[in-house]
T-cell receptor, first 111, second 114 residues
C-alpha cells in the first residue's frame, strides 16, 4: 500500500526566508504531483514531475523528484505571505492515475 | 479555472438521508475520480470512473456509489448518511492511463451531515 509522508507537517516562517518541504513515498511511482490548497478551497495544481531528476520552477517555488530515493522536494525561496497555504505531494501514475495523499504541510509565512 | 465544475457547492443533510453530488469533467477528459477530504486531512480516494465503468475503489463502504455518463460527467451518491460523512468532496478530471500530465480538481462540494 502506497504511503506518503511530508515533512514538516507545519511550517511557520518569516518573509524573505528559504525553506524546503520533503515528500517521501513508499512504492515506485512514475510521476509526482504537487498541489496547493487555500483554506476552504479546492486543490490547485502546482507541478507535475514526470521523470527522475525532474526539476520545475514557478516563481518562488521549485520542485524536484528523485524516483530512486522516492523523494520529492518543494523549495521555497524568499517566502512571501501569499504563499501561506497547505501543500500536498502525491505520487500518481499507472493505469488510472489514482492519487494517494498524505496529511500535507501547512505553511504560514509571517510578515 | 480548471474546467471541472461541481454542484452543489454546499449542502446540509440529516443523518440517514441520501445525497447526490455532480461533476462535469474538463473537456476531453474521460476519467473522473472522487475524493473525500475531512477537515484537517488530505483527500482520500473514493473511486474512479472510466468509460462509464468503475475503475478502482478506495476503502469506502458500498453506500458510496457512483455513475459516469457518456459525456464523461459523473455523480457520487451516498446513502444512509452518517455524521462522519461530513467533508469536502472533490472531483478530479484526467485522461486515462495518465496520458495527460495534469489532474484537475473541481471546487468541491461541502457536505454537512447533522
Amino acid at each position: 500500500e502506497l504511503k506518503v509522508e511530508q515533512n514538516p507537517l507545519f511550517l511557520s516562517m518569516q518573509e524573505g526566508k528559504n525553506y524546503t518541504i520533503y515528500c517521501n513515498y513508499s512504492t515506485t511511482s512514475d510521476r509526482l504531483y504537487w498541489y496547493r490548497q487555500d483554506p476552504g478551497k479546492s486543490l490547485e495544481s502546482l507541478f507535475v514531475l514526470l521523470s527522475n531528476g525532474a526539476v520545475k520552477q514557478e516563481g518562488r517555488l521549485m520542485a524536484s523528484l528523485d524516483t530512486k530515493a522516492r523523494l520529492s522536494t518543494l523549495h521555497i525561496t524568499a517566502a512571501v505571505h501569499d504563499l501561506s497555504a497547505t501543500y500536498f505531494c502525491t505520487p500518481g501514475g499507472g493505469y488510472g492515475n489514482k492519487l494517494v495523499f498524505g496529511a500535507g504541510t501547512i505553511l504560514r509565512v509571517k510578515s | 479555472e480548471t474546467g471541472v465544475t461541481q454542484s452543489p457547492t454546499h449542502l446540509i443533510k440529516t443523518r440517514g438521508q441520501q445525497v447526490t453530488l455532480r461533476c462535469s469533467s474538463q473537456s476531453g477528459h474521460n476519467t473522473v475520480s472522487w475524493y473525500q477530504q475531512a477537515l484537517g486531512q488530505g483527500p482520500q480516494f473514493i473511486f474512479q470512473y472510466y468509460r462509464e465503468e468503475e475503475n478502482g475503489r478506495g476503502n469506502f463502504p458500498p453506500r458510496f456509489s457512483g455513475l459516469q455518463f457518456p459525456n464523461y460527467s459523473s455523480e457520487l451518491n451516498v446513502n444512509a448518511l452518517e455524521l462522519d460523512d461530513s467533508a469536502l468532496y472533490l472531483c478530479a478530471s484526467s485522461l486515462a492511463g495518465g496520458q495527460g500530465n495534469t489532474i484537475y480538481f473541481g471546487e468541491g462540494s461541502w457536505l454537512t451531515v447533522v
